[in-house]
């Protein structure tokens, strides 16, 4: 008879992997749970913004002020869903999330945990109101609308077209986030007011976009918009490097994307982010009440560019435009 190997399910080892990290923790110390949905540099600046601003405060793991559990579902949806309900179980103090699908999964499992959000469009965007336009009342932190989109588009026809040419932007949109969709609407309006032409596609999972940014880039595209999604998030150096390869330069509304290969961007410093979100939950861990906060809109906003992607298509960035590395 052969010898058999004894596996435990991956949802067993997950188990295991929880229960140690709970009983590791200091008793006494208020608990913050950290959730992020997937790996990514850009968005992981939120992630030290938000534990710096709790630093300043007093509270770090470091100073044993409190117990940090960080988790990240590395883009899986039923893992995140596992992660946020096993931190409601544990009842711990505070909630902080970062992207959107964090935020969304804490706010269907939980209406007494405060969360405060990062890197998240507005409730409304994220469709998380009730009918009467209210969002949950445990939902704090910073979000982020699409009125700066605008500033971050209208670039484009200024740098890569300065004499006036009709243009062809490409765009991918994730179909299944809302705040995706109606970027999407909103930047389409705004190209035919530029008189320029919107040419986008859908595409719902990061191992789709090399494929449908290939078909893009085959209708004849003049530049790239990184629209502020998920997807184009986790899978920016595929559609870079397509890019790069067809001579179509990116641009974005994402500080943090300029970093890894976009030309230029008006958009959310991510880090203070972050740092503003954490200052929230800072104040709520030295009161242990939430009266007086509400969910706020972000503060710190940068107009940056990549010297060297713009030395790459010839393109001329104003002054007024901080250079990042």
């Excluded at 711990?92 to 969360?115: F, G, K, M, Y």
């Excluded at 209210?134 to 971050?152: K, M, R």
């Excluded at 986030?177 to 320029?196: H, I, M, T």
């Amino acid at each position: 008879m052969k010898n058999r190997k004894n596996h435990l399910p991956l949802a067993a080892l997950f188990l295991a992997a929880m229960l140690f990290s709970c009983n590791n923790q200091k008793t006494g110390l208020p608990t913050v749970g950290f959730v992020d949905a997937f790996e990514d540099s850009t968005i992981e600046q939120a992630r030290d913004g938000f534990l710096a601003a709790l630093k300043e405060s007093g509270f770090s793991e470091e100073d044993q002020t409190i117990n940090l559990v960080y988790r990240n579902a590395q883009g899986d949806i039923p893992t995140l869903t596992q992660i946020v309900r096993y931190m409601v179980s544990q009842e711990v103090r505070l909630l902080a999330t970062s992207p959107s699908l964090s935020t969304i999964a804490a706010i269907q499992n939980t209406r007494e945990i405060p969360i405060f959000m990062m890197v998240s469009p507005t409730p409304e965007q994220m469709e998380v109101v009730d009918a009467q336009g209210n969002a949950p009342p445990n939902l704090f932190g910073v979000a982020e609308g699409l009125d700066y989109i605008d500033t971050s588009f209208s670039i484009i026809p200024k740098l890569v077209a300065p004499k006036g040419e009709r243009l062809r932007v490409g765009l991918l949109f994730n179909q299944s986030e809302p705040q995706s969709v109606d970027a999407y609407e909103r930047l389409r309006g705004l190209a035919n007011a530029l008189g320029a032409e919107l040419a986008a596609r859908p595409v719902n999972a990061t191992a789709d976009v090399q494929l449908v940014a290939g078909a893009l880039l085959n209708e004849g595209i003049d530049a790239f918009f990184a629209n502020p999604d998920n997807t184009v998030f986790g899978s920016f150096e595929t559609i870079l490097k397509a890019c790069n390869e067809a001579g179509v330069p990116v641009f974005t509304s994402e500080a943090g994307l300029v970093a890894r290969g976009a030309v230029a961007a008006y958009g959310a410093d991510l880090y203070q982010w972050g740092y503003q979100a954490g200052q929230q939950a800072a104040r709520f861990l030295k009161t242990n009440s939430t009266e007086g906060l509400k969910w706020e809109m972000v503060e710190v906003r940068r107009r940056v560019y990549n010297p060297k992607a713009a030395e790459r298509f010839g393109i001329e960035v104003p002054e007024n435009y901080e250079a990042v590395e």
